[in-house]
């Protein structure tokens, strides 16, 4: 799948930056991006965006030196400058894209009040779907972030296709401080939707007897909403290990410390392959939801060609087919070079995620302190929650 990467403000940036450094690793071209920010230091310290595309908006307004947690001034100055990033994307090529994904930390300035705006401008111009990746911040970053996060998500939900949630939250481990566990959490980012959007692409292990291509993702996103991805990771012992340089699965610092399951030549793949997935969505999601409100689905399982299981992949859509609201469920198989082999859970437009209702009530206590914006518009969200713009 070909997708045209935005990242907005500090922590979107990053995150393409590593999605291109992925590519790039691989000798692949399927992903290729843009960042956008209000901060020049920022835009600086990134290592595998050309510098042509690193677009630097709202010099006139604050000199490079980003808005702070303004995330109103981050929408206005996006809505004022959106025609020089959608310059930026034609000039970077869109002929051949699948979809756009524009990746932004909620709970700051420039990202959280720019994505939406974004999204509604690429969304008239372009055909391909839009989509959002939103990072909900931890509560210990405090109560402005959280109630930048809630304006942003009630806009933004409205405005893109679809929106992953990734919850900072549920993923810091304990006593890690924020600040530290961000490189390990954009780890965990580029790991799962690296293997994702990458499906169907045909390597040296060549193509897969149930290839997911671009279309059953699009369509198994197609009713908007909130959006939570499960991920589980098993390694392969044989007898002649191959050594996996670079790989998709395994190849972003894979944890020896996280949770495996050594899986024997010969032993039962069908077995194997629907425990995976079991654990991938019975496990620690990319955002804590209830799975069983999920309407759609989409399970994808990815290594050696030896490792991938076709009745086991179609018993394991039957069990999650079994277990969410909805009964469309898609699926199939990615066989890469690899030592691990990975199963991927995508569960679309989820209706009960207890993160969401508690950022919210945050919002809420938070939302007589905070400077309101001047414009006054219809609630996305929550009926107590401003978004921030209609």
């Known amino acids: 799948m070909r997708i045209f990467f935005i990242g907005f403000g500090q922590a979107g940036g990053k995150i393409v930056d590593m999605f291109l450094e992925q590519d790039k690793r691989l000798g692949r071209t399927s992903f290729r991006g843009i960042v956008v920010n209000t901060a020049r230091t920022d835009l600086m310290g990134l290592k595998n965006i050309e510098l042509k595309d690193r677009i630097l908006i709202g010099q006139t307004v604050v000199k490079g030196h980003g808005v702070g947690t303004d995330n109103a001034a981050g929408a206005k100055i996006t809505f004022d400058e959106v025609d020089s990033i959608v310059s930026a994307i034609d000039k970077k090529g869109t002929h051949d894209v699948d ?61 893109a296709d679809n929106t992953f949630i990734f919850d900072n939250s549920a993923w810091k481990n304990e006593g890690e401080s924020i600040k530290s566990a961000f490189s390990r959490l954009n780890d965990e980012i580029v790991r799962r939707f690296g293997v994702l959007f990458r499906a169907g692409e045909v390597g040296k292990a060549g193509v897969g007897e149930m290839v997911v291509d671009s279309s059953e993702i699009i369509n198994t996103l197609r009713g908007g909403g909130i959006t939570s991805v499960g991920y589980a990771i098993t390694e392969v012992i044989s007898n002649r290990k191959k050594k996996s340089v670079g790989s998709i699965i395994g190849g972003i610092k894979f944890k020896k410390k996280e949770a495996t399951e050594e899986v024997l030549l010969g032993e039962d793949r069908t077995a194997k392959i629907i425990s995976l997935v079991r654990r991938a969505m019975l496990g620690r ?71 969401i209702k508690e950022l919210m009530a945050i919002a809420r206590t938070t939302k007589d302190d905070v400077v309101k914006s001047s414009e006054r518009e219809a609630l996305i969200i929550d009926e107590d929650i401003e978004p921030l713009f209609e």
């Open 99 to 159: 979809a756009f994904m524009i990746v932004a930390g909620l709970g700051g300035g420039t990202g959280s009040g720019g994505s939406p705006v974004l999204a509604r401008q690429l969304k008239k111009i372009y055909r391909e779907p839009v989509y959002a990746l939103g990072i909900l911040p931890a509560p210990e970053e405090g109560r402005l972030y959280s109630y930048n996060a809630a304006r942003s998500l009630a806009t933004l939900i409205k405005e």
């Open 285 to 355: 999601l990319t955002i804590p939801c209830d799975y069983t409100t999920a309407e759609r689905s989409l399970v994808l399982v990815a290594g050696p060609p030896d490792e991938l299981d076709r009745k086991g992949i179609e018993k394991a859509k039957s069990w999650v087919e079994e277990n969410i609201a909805g009964v469309e469920v898609r699926g199939g198989d990615y066989p890469v070079n690899s030592d691990y082999v990975a199963a991927v859970v995508v569960l679309s437009t989820v209706s009960n995620a207890p993160r």
